[in-house]
């Protein structure tokens, strides 16, 4: 998206480092081109613990704070156990971060439409236009009356969000090469050449981002509050139980709905049930903004949420058609001896390495 170094060449960089700082964790990869696909040489992921006991102890949060400070020293910690040889980087900001829209335009050349994009931008984005850097998609087309029309998807960031990414990479002693939001290196990563019309619902643990995309394409984005701490924190109050604690039963035992899990479930799925009806809600509001494209045919889940027991069938049941596991790592040469782990790490590192397929495509 973003390119803030446009003059370094891709051949001076062999080695790829893709960086996702979440709200309350931060995942990195290391990737080369292999034999035929891109081969993922290293891999490491840092989480914080503390956000379950304090609610303002996140890494960054809806309202655009980033802890700069805080984040380049755990940084330097990952940097120094992951032993990154790699120093330009490619990063993911939160959808919640940037501005989507989707607005309609007659046909015209690129130039044109640059021109009308700066034009009428800034009757849409809740920003000045001097404060924020905005980009756009081609994602659909249509005809009305005889005249063709296609439909942009704008996306702004505020540029002081921008510096602060510089700044916080820069204090971990690294280089922002370029930035872009996670749906956009979700689509790559789990749609590219398939024609199957996808939502993606990334599931983090403060926040929901459900994505709209078919061969690697962004369509659309949506965004909600409910996410895997919510399911935490109910389980917490619930049980009356230290919100470590409840963190481990979910990971441990997850939505089954009988035997032990029948109570923890009965807790947790009014939270989950509230994120299903925000992928509904997106796919509405969807269907309305393109009303003659394919409608979505499978949701992909990915985040730390993906890995919730038991919740892909759940999710498939109350949606009504079916819901996988994203699976990055089938993009990418790895060791033989990730393999165990790849269904467990894969939705955790999705954006990470989607940034970094960015270098490949």
């Given at each position: 998206?973003?390119?803030?170094?446009?003059?370094l060449k891709q051949a001076t960089f062999p080695i790829?480092?893709?960086?996702?700082?979440?709200?309350?964790?931060?995942?990195?990869?290391?990737v080369?081109?292999?034999e035929k696909l891109p081969e993922l040489l290293n891999y490491g992921m840092l989480e914080l613990g503390g956000y379950l006991l304090r609610a303002n102890n996140a890494l960054q949060t809806s309202t655009l704070k980033i802890f700069e400070e805080e984040v380049a020293e755990l940084l330097k910690v990952l940097m120094a156990k992951m032993k990154l040889r790699a120093k330009e980087v490619v990063a993911?900001?939160?959808?919640?971060?940037?501005?989507?829209?989707?607005?309609?335009?007659?046909?015209?050349?690129?130039?044109?439409?640059k021109k009308t994009i700066a034009f009428q931008a800034k009757e849409y984005i809740p920003q000045p236009l001097s404060e924020v850097a905005i980009d756009w998609l081609k994602v659909g087309e249509f005809e009305d009356k005889g005249y063709k029309h296609d439909q942009i998807l704008i996306i702004s960031v505020p540029r002081e969000q921008i510096k602060r990414y510089q700044r916080l990479f820069g204090m971990a002693g690294l280089t922002l090469r370029a930035l872009e939001i996670e749906s956009l290196s979700l689509a790559r990563i789990l749609t590219m050449g398939d024609p199957t019309p996808t939502i993606i619902a990334d599931i983090g643990s403060r926040s929901t981002s459900i994505a709209f995309a078919a061969r690697g394409e962004l369509r659309y984005v949506g965004q909600s509050d409910f996410a895997g701490?919510?399911?935490?924190?109910?389980?917490?109050?619930?049980?009356?139980?230290?919100?470590?604690?409840?963190?481990?039963?979910?990971?441990?035992?997850?939505?089954?709905q009988a035997g032990q899990s029948y109570e923890l479930s009965t807790i947790m799925l009014p939270f989950l049930d509230a994120i299903i009806n925000e992928v509904k809600k997106a796919q509405f509001?969807?269907?309305?903004?393109?009303?003659?494209?394919?409608?979505?045919?499978?949701?992909?889940?990915?985040?730390?949420?993906?890995?919730l027991a038991g919740i892909t069938g759940y999710m498939e049941k109350e949606l009504g058609f079916p819901v996988v596991k994203s699976m990055p790592f089938m993009r990418f040469e790895h060791s033989a001896e990730l393999e165990p782990m790849v269904g467990e790490v894969g939705p955790m590192l999705a954006v990470a390495m989607g940034l970094t397929m960015r270098e490949f495509v």
């Amino acid at each position: 998206m973003w390119n803030v170094f446009e003059n370094l060449k891709q051949a001076t960089f062999p080695i790829y480092l893709g960086v996702d700082i979440g709200t309350t964790s931060i995942k990195a990869v290391e990737v080369k081109q292999g034999e035929k696909l891109p081969e993922l040489l290293n891999y490491g992921m840092l989480e914080l613990g503390g956000y379950l006991l304090r609610a303002n102890n996140a890494l960054q949060t809806s309202t655009l704070k980033i802890f700069e400070e805080e984040v380049a020293e755990l940084l330097k910690v990952l940097m120094a156990k992951m032993k990154l040889r790699a120093k330009e980087v490619v990063a993911s900001i939160p959808a919640f971060a940037a501005f989507t829209t989707v607005l309609d335009f007659p046909a015209m050349t690129p130039e044109e439409l640059k021109k009308t994009i700066a034009f009428q931008a800034k009757e849409y984005i809740p920003q000045p236009l001097s404060e924020v850097a905005i980009d756009w998609l081609k994602v659909g087309e249509f005809e009305d009356k005889g005249y063709k029309h296609d439909q942009i998807l704008i996306i702004s960031v505020p540029r002081e969000q921008i510096k602060r990414y510089q700044r916080l990479f820069g204090m971990a002693g690294l280089t922002l090469r370029a930035l872009e939001i996670e749906s956009l290196s979700l689509a790559r990563i789990l749609t590219m050449g398939d024609p199957t019309p996808t939502i993606i619902a990334d599931i983090g643990s403060r926040s929901t981002s459900i994505a709209f995309a078919a061969r690697g394409e962004l369509r659309y984005v949506g965004q909600s509050d409910f996410a895997g701490a919510s399911l935490t924190q109910a389980l917490a109050q619930g049980l009356n139980i230290n919100p470590l604690r409840a963190e481990e039963l979910k990971r441990e035992r997850g939505i089954a709905q009988a035997g032990q899990s029948y109570e923890l479930s009965t807790i947790m799925l009014p939270f989950l049930d509230a994120i299903i009806n925000e992928v509904k809600k997106a796919q509405f509001n969807y269907g309305n903004q393109f009303p003659g494209a394919p409608q979505p045919e499978r949701v992909i889940l990915t985040g730390g949420g993906a890995n919730l027991a038991g919740i892909t069938g759940y999710m498939e049941k109350e949606l009504g058609f079916p819901v996988v596991k994203s699976m990055p790592f089938m993009r990418f040469e790895h060791s033989a001896e990730l393999e165990p782990m790849v269904g467990e790490v894969g939705p955790m590192l999705a954006v990470a390495m989607g940034l970094t397929m960015r270098e490949f495509v």
